[in-house]
């Protein structure tokens, strides 16, 4: 028995040609029903973030190598670039290198074009970085941020990080995680505690505290001791972590003898937040959540989705008063959030907590069953459809009535327009629901109407 | 004298982490305005080419080398990644680099996912793509393309190419360019000459006739003269290249006793163009387009601006039947087109053809003007106005009045609200008109509508 035909013309498929495709471990990409589903997740974050003020900006994925590691990036996880041929030779072209953020290019853009931008600089940012992480579950090499920022030039009032706070909280609501729990901390109240203990800062105990969400309290005050932190501060740290609200706040500060500055700041920016919007009830007191060393410097934000607590934290971000600081000679002090959204998106299919629709936007199919007698009034069809601003999918192969069919349903195509000799004569089509399989003779004349009419679900009932 | 704060500053900076920043040659960003004016000329093909049943795809950025490479990516523009310090003991890591267009990830995507694809395939996308080409006047290093492809698995009937035609008319009517002119050539009428003549094929003769354009016919005729092409050849060629009437190639190719096949093909194709609106008169037959050596099998396709010639094509493609023939056994043709978005905008602009407005999507500020006594007011404003729908910007740094002004004017945001404890006492707000400077006394129920009013400039006249 000869082989199939497919497997004979493999086997005699030139081999110095063939390459090899697979999936690259880290970069993920989507077929269409679910990058249709991310696009429409996107489209929401944008708009509530265009309809809180900020404006658009995009940088080039690459940078200066030494623009990313000023900054604080991940040396060995940064993608550098080879020099392409024509630039070998010459020794001024600088090295370049993948961003890992967004943060890092935008701090880069406004030093860059500072003369020409208004300040507060509201922008959102929606594009992807590249990180050369060790591949693990859910982590990955190539993927997407959506970050807002509002920047100052010189100074920038805390009422900034109520607005990101608000802004960030309505994003989420947008894309059904108004369940979602913000977990605020102000970094100031953590070293107003060092100082009143006679220690110069609270650097050094950032990264023991920020383990306590996973080690547990216990743990990260036993490894304070460990490391010489006097006991009384040892004490207050204790308590600060067991915080729920502010005024238990103000008290370990008073009997501390620390300053209230930090608390004052917070409840500020939470009272605010909930008069813009936020519902108080969303904002959790967490000073466990340090996020990283040295690069905030006031407000502190992480955001998780009850019963997906593992997922880790969704939306983090913080205020950053000196980012810009190694760019130019100016202070450009900062306060934003990112959604990690490739992430995100992940997570939520696999949580079935979003919807993946059709596999095109399409709504409407025109059928091509007589073709060769009547493809001028498919086209001329298709065309009509369109111009009424249905998205139209037009099947041109040469197939029997019933392919052309399955193509609709695989697709996810609700109406399909069919039309012969019958219909064409009396100058109407037959306008089929592939939801209910209800077909319907309908003039063309009433045609755009008629298909708006079955794809709002309203009109569908009336119809019935 | 001392030096400014400023200067003193500057000099005194820690010069180690002081890191240079501007921009890196061929990589191109916008400032907020113009950001803003491109995304929405992108919203407008990714309207018309949804309607046309296009579905979004995207792929990594990343590709394997070899990858890129099978397919035609000439080497030495390809810009390679280095590999991340995670990678460097592991030999099995592929070589990675950074796609040069977008067909040819597409094409591996559709081998890669076809089991879980439905044929033909209309997919839109619009990435960056990177080529590392010699900095010259409009040449980008890193640009985007926005490309629309129909696949199809074992067959594609040509009146895809018709489909793909129309909708990239469309397409660029939507953004302002309806008099652009869509040139229009088929690989098989030149190879049916070639063919008549007793010689193989057209590959050795494309190079030289895609010159046309620029060195003239006359040039064209004597190279391939010299090129030892037979006499009649040259001749057809060269009543070829003067046809503006698919009669007219006709009689050349009879008149050569060639097949009339790809003469056909076309007819049938810009025929098939009309009937989906494409106007007749916007497409012209030219067969001195070849676009590269040995792509494209069928259909070719260019595009011009009158008046812009020398932009040269803003938008290119055409059939290709074997493009994913590296990379599986089965045969997958297709036909596309591209356009490259951020050189046209950049051309736009330039040609004041596309129009650049604010540099936010706001269309109110909310001002707070005694913000330590209204604070919560102005926030609950901000709050009403988003709720109704209105892009709306806080204005939150301590500044007086005409300072926050002076941001609504240079951001280009039309209205303002201005309320003081007179304003607030009668449970009102000043609403001012930037565009004509006049001041409106509104009540804050009413003031989500009348935003919407003095937003449609219809209403605008009523009121006015």
Known sequence: MPPSPDKSAHEQHDERRHVKVGPISGFPELLPAHQRALDALIEKIRTTYERCGFTPIETPAVERADVLTAKGGVQRQIYGLTRPAVDRADADAPEIALRFDLTVPTARFVVQHEAQLQFPLRRYQHQRVWRGERAQRGRFREFAQFDIDIIGRGGLDDLHDAEVIAVMAQALAAIGLADARIH????????????????????????????????????????????????????????????????????????????????DALQRIVESAVVLGTPRERMVLDFSIARGLDYYTGLVVETFVPGHERWGSICSGGRYDNLASHFGSRTFPGVGVSIGVTRLFDLLVKARRVEIGAATPAVVLVCTPERDRYLTSYLDLARRLRAAGHDTELFLQRRPLRDQLTTAARKGI???????????????????????????????????????????????????
Chains 1, 2 share one sequence.
Request: proline share 5%.
């Open 184 to 263: 605020v901390s102000h970094r100031r109240v953590l070293t107003a505690l060092t100082e009143a203990a006679g220690l110069d800062g609270a650097d050094g105990m950032l990264a023991t505290i920020d383990r306590a969400g996973r080690a547990g309290v216990e743990a990260v005050l036993a490894d304070l001791a460990r490391q010489e932190v006097p006991e009384p501060l040892v004490t207050s740290v204790g308590r600060l972590l067991a915080c729920t609200t502010l005024e238990e706040v103000r008290g370990v500060l008073e009997d501390a003898g620390a300053s209230a500055d930090g608390v």
């Open 414 to 464: 609700p109406l399909v327009v069919i039309a012969g000799e019958r219909e064409l004569a009396e100058e109407a089509v037959g306008l089929k629901d592939m939801r209910d399989g209800v077909q319907r003779l309908v003039p063309i004349d009433e045609l755009p109407e008629r298909v708006a009419e079955l794809l709002d679900p309203a009109s569908v009932e009336v119809a019935a």
